[in-house]
Nanobody, 125 residues
Framework: QLQASGGGSVQAGDSLRFSCASS????????MGWFRQEPGKEREFVAA????????DYATSVKGRFTISRDNYRNTLYLQMVSLKPEDTAVYYC????????????????????WGQGTQVTVSS
């Protein structure tokens, strides 16, 4: 199970940090990702990280502002967000993708078989 936390309401330019805790003992066996969804829109890719944390990838819209990381000892995934914009307002989901070798990651939503419950971020201008 994945449990995300850290959402809230902030002003444009502020920072937030998400955490996603895994209750399973096999966290390091999964590539991880963050996605977000606005009302009435499809869930979109935000960031991904490989099993060993050595490779990351980002959506163009967040590149340079968001940083994904993981702590395989604490079974936790993170998303550090700075310079938040109103267009970052969405529900954010963490997700796990199995079946990938150590240094690979996945950006396609369909590759992720496990999802957290989502956490809301609202950025006001």
């Amino acid at each position: 199970q994945l449990q995300a936390s850290g959402g809230g309401s902030v002003q444009a330019g502020d920072s937030l940090r998400f955490s996603c805790a895994s209750s399973g003992r096999t966290f390091s066996m999964f590539a991880m990702g963050w996605f977000r969804q606005e009302p009435g829109k499809e869930r979109e890719f935000v960031a991904a990280i490989s099993r060993n944390g050595g490779n990351t990838d980002y959506a163009t819209s967040v590149k340079g502002r968001f940083t994904i990381s993981r702590d395989n000892y604490r079974n936790t995934l993170y998303l550090q967000m700075v310079s938040l914009k109103p267009e970052d307002t969405a529900v954010y989901y963490c997700a796990a993708a199995g079946g990938l070798i150590t240094h690979t990651l996945a950006t396609e939503r369909e590759r992720y078989g496990y999802w957290g419950q989502g956490t809301q971020v609202t950025v006001s201008s």
